[in-house]
């Protein structure tokens, strides 16, 4: 328990809460969540949606943070003290291997929105005949450009990861959460107030009730409620080990963090979709969506300055609080693995992703394969191995009653251990296998060679571990045997 | 804008910027709370009633288990913390907590 003696707290609640939402609320809330809410039946995909967003996000999210609030440690550190010194400590270090990676090509988005937020800054979009789609061609054949909008963003996240805890994730998020709600709000009066704007609203909300029937609802909307949330990746877990003993975790840790994730998605479904039908632009989502068609609607409305500045400043807002977690995982766990300063671990992880995140800076195609076996697999993943630790190595039932209901505003009952032993892993299970199924025709090599690459870094991470292990930590667990 | 699909947009306005504002709030006053308990007296019970039945009846179905010490000593700090606190943090029947006894 040395590495806890002196471990830095959040300064405050609201920080802590502004962190852990910021850390969920990325590109995925604004660019993603209202052109799949209008595609997949509109009322009915949002029932869906909160079903599954109560059932497991908000379940999964309270014991990964009680997990982490229990062991005080990172990623390796909390799998040690819960399996013992031995090659299972190799599942963290697989979880924490899927976030870098997922950083390494996120930091190049992250890039995208500051180079937007720029040219929001010098007014390029009202610019008279101004070409988006000019310019996203422009700025996506551009190698150099890209590399340098991937590196300012990782400069940007070092310089606040350099801060700490405190001093930076909790001073930025404080003000950038607050003007990114702000920035959505003014965005989503300006947008229901523009002519032709209620057909979005019509298109995002208008309840397709047989939508309710289908597969593929029920699939996009878990897909949405896993991966929006960042369920079982180590944010949840890292975060939680700066909390306090007594502090509260269902309320704060599991309900408002996923409820607060899911709000922004509905701010952005006010902001967007009324703008987007208001214009003409056919609705869509991704890159296209935010750099190219809004882009050129902010140009054509009036008071176009402030609308895209706010909305690219609250893009680049929203990116970066994520980017700041995920990077999290890794220096956290680094500072407690090698029992070093946090500059040097945050120099190092950082100067990781950056390198691993040039390729993918310079190809679309690398960056589109990465995402494609980290987000298909890789996540999903990662989240069974934490509700397997959770719920059977360390007990869920020992989980709930030593930390999660310890200074809980609400209390958690018993039929959380379920949901967190049987329910979120065998959906996690169903997930892998489908995406499995699904991809296995239509791309069969990058599906084979990515299932390769993830089956054979289980073992290889288990073999590095256990050979780490035997020399360098004393046995310690609180969770099952030692070895 | 058809009927159906304003009645799901308000409902989708309750149950996230409601329930959300209402967490947010409700959290922050709660923590309040706690912080208020801390100078007063130097802190508080951590667990609520309910919370501590499921401590104790875990203590009694696990007594020869290798966590059972932790769980004991969990418990004992929550005895040692109703019974030195003046002001509590959850609802207590002052019987309830006369009746604690050391396990």
């Known amino acids: ?322 980017a700041i977690a995920i990077t999290e995982v890794g220096v956290t766990t680094y500072k407690e693995e090698r029992d070093t300063s946090r500059s040097k671990a945050v120099l190092t992880i950082c100067g990781i992703i950056w390198l691993l995140g040039i390729p993918s800076a310079m190809n679309s195609s690398i960056l589109g394969y990465l995402d494609f076996v980290v987000g298909n697999w890789g996540l999903p993943l990662a989240t069974f191995i934490i509700m397997l630790t959770i719920g059977w190595k360390f007990d869920a039932n020992r989980l709930r009653i030593l930390s999660l209901n310890r200074g809980a505003d609400l209390y958690v009952p018993k039929f959380w251990e379920s949901i967190v032993r049987f329910e979120i892993p065998a959906i996690m299970l169903f997930i892998m296998v489908y995406f499995l199924y699904s991809n296995l025709t239509a791309t069969p090599w990058k599906t084979v060679s990515g299932l390769a690459i993830l089956t054979l870094t289980i073992p290889l991470c288990m073999w590095i571990m256990s050979r780490r292990q035997a020399s360098a930590h004393p046995a310690t667990n609180v969770g099952g045997q030692s070895s | 804008m058809s009927i159906a699909a304003i009645i799901v947009m308000i409902v989708c306005i309750v149950a996230l910027w409601g329930v959300a504002s209402v967490a947010l709030v409700y959290s922050l006053s709660q923590e309040e709370r706690k912080l208020q308990l801390i100078k007063k007296q130097g802190g508080f019970e951590p667990y609520s009633p309910q919370a501590l039945r499921d401590l104790d009846r875990w203590i009694e179905q696990n007594n020869t288990s290798e966590h059972a010490q932790e769980m004991r000593n969990v418990h004992e700090e929550q005895r040692t913390a109703l019974q030195k606190c003046t002001s509590y943090f959850y609802t207590w029947n002052r019987s309830d907590i006369e009746s604690l006894k050391e396990i």
């Open chain 1, 1 to 322: 328990m040395t590495t806890t003696i002196s471990r830095e707290k959040w300064g405050s609640r609201f920080g802590y809460l502004m962190a852990t939402v910021g850390a969920m609320v990325g590109a995925g809330n604004i660019w993603r969540l209202p052109y799949v809410t209008g595609e997949n039946g509109g009322g009915a995909f949002l029932i869906a949606y909160f079903v599954l967003l109560y059932l497991i996000a908000v379940p999964g999210l309270m014991g990964e943070t009680s997990l982490g609030r229990y062991t005080r440690q990172g990623l390796l550190g909390t799998f040690r003290k819960v399996y013992g010194n031995n090659k299972f400590v190799g599942l963290g270090l697989v979880i924490l291997i899927f976030n870098i990676i997922l950083m390494s090509y996120y930091s190049s988005i992250v890039g995208w929105s500051i180079y937007y937020a720029y040219h929001a800054v010098i007014g390029s979009f009202t610019q008279t005949q101004f070409d988006t789609t000019a310019l996203w061609q422009a700025f996506s054949s551009n190698t150099a450009l890209k590399v340098g909008m991937h590196t300012v963003a990782m400069l940007i996240v070092t310089g606040i990861l350099m801060m700490g805890i405190k001093g930076g994730i909790e001073r930025i998020v404080k003000w950038m959460m607050p003007i990114l709600t702000v920035s959505l709000i003014a965005i989503a009066i300006r947008g229901v107030t523009l002519p032709g704007a209620m057909a979005g609203l019509e298109f995002a909300f208008s309840p397709n009730w047989e939508y309710l029937a289908r597969g593929e609802t029920w699939l996009a909307a878990l897909g949405q409620a896993l991966f929006s949330t960042g369920l079982g990746w180590g944010i949840a877990l890292t975060y939680g080990s700066y909390l306090g003993r007594n502090d509260d975790i269902p309320l704060g840790g599991g309900i408002f963090t996923a409820i607060g994730n899911t709000s922004f998605g509905l701010l952005a479904i006010f902001a967007v979709f009324p703008i987007v039908f208001a214009f003409g632009i056919s609705p869509t989502s991704g890159a296209e969506l935010a750099f190219v068609a809004l882009a050129s609607a902010f140009g054509s409305m009036t008071g176009g300055y402030v609308w895209a500045l706010l909305f690219f400043m609250g893009f680049f807002f929203a990116n970066m609080t994520t």
